[in-house]
T-cell receptor
Framework: QKEVEQNSGPLSVPEGAIASLNCTYS??????FFWYRQYSGKSPELIMF????GDKEDGRFTAQLNKASQYVSLLIRDSQPSDSATYLC??????????FGKGTTLSVSS | KAGVTQTPRYLIKTRGQQVTLSCSPI?????VSWYQQTPGQGLQFLFE???????NKGNFPGRFSGRQFSNSRSEMNVSTLELGDSALYLC???????????????FGPGTRLTVL
């Protein structure tokens, strides 16, 4: 069964620290990878996507992809209390659809 | 540009009833996907519609069905509701079919369905 695994957390970091969120996937044929943020009671919103090995930066966010290790991560620099949310990793697998992990809850304390 | 809209936002039904949920995608988006989100299972893919045709289907029973209209609006129907169908139902739209390397999905606010 094709799966996307995330540590459910909660991951607690102090304000200003770097938060590191990790995701592994089982299907080597996975082609693109997405990070969504979901605040409590709200719908997921796209943070960024990545499809090539390496790093991709967007503001305080950096996505890292290692296809050989089947691993994708999201780094949040200078974490703010407003970053407190559940972060969903999603993987696109050809012929199917976006497969989501169950999410990691991040708590940033001021 | 207006975002993805879903109606109704909240719904309470009893077991055995059926329900229809509606989703209007972002203008110009032709793909609509539906997801079920529960605390235990997370976000699970139901189906994707593109150009009025179901392109992909997740692992859900036949009680779950959908359709897409020529204006890309989509409806999802659940028949013979069960208690376990209580969930947040999300739709997401994208310009093309999900899977192009640079295409992304944008989610609507969801419909919270409670089955009593």
């Amino acid at each position: 069964q094709k799966e996307v695994e995330q540590n459910s957390g909660p991951l607690s970091v102090p304000e200003g620290a770097i938060a590191s969120l990790n995701c592994t996937y089982s299907d080597r044929g996975s082609q693109s990878f997405f990070w969504y943020r979901q605040y409590s009671g709200k719908s997921p919103e796209l943070i960024m996507f990545i499809y090539s090995n390496g790093d991709k930066e967007d503001g305080r966010f950096t996505a890292q992809l290692n296809k050989a290790s089947q691993y994708v991560s999201l780094l949040i620099r200078d974490s703010q209390p407003s970053d407190s949310a559940t972060y969903l990793c999603a993987v696109f697998q050809a012929g199917t659809a976006l497969i989501f992990g169950k999410g990691t809850t991040l708590s940033v304390s001021s | 540009k207006a975002g993805v809209t879903q109606t109704p936002r909240y719904l309470i039904k009893t077991r055995g009833q059926q329900v229809t949920l509606s989703c209007s995608p972002i203008s110009g988006h032709r793909s609509v996907s539906w997801y079920q989100q529960t605390p235990g299972q997370g976000l699970q893919f139901l189906f994707e519609y593109f150009s009025e045709t179901q392109r992909n289907k997740g692992n859900f029973p036949g009680r779950f069905s959908g359709r897409q209209f020529s204006n890309s609006r989509s409806e999802m129907n659940v028949s013979t509701l069960e208690l376990g169908d209580s969930a947040l139902y999300l739709c997401a739209s994208s310009q093309q079919r999900v899977g192009r390397l640079t295409d992304t999905q944008y989610f609507g606010p969801g419909t919270r369905l409670t089955v009593l």
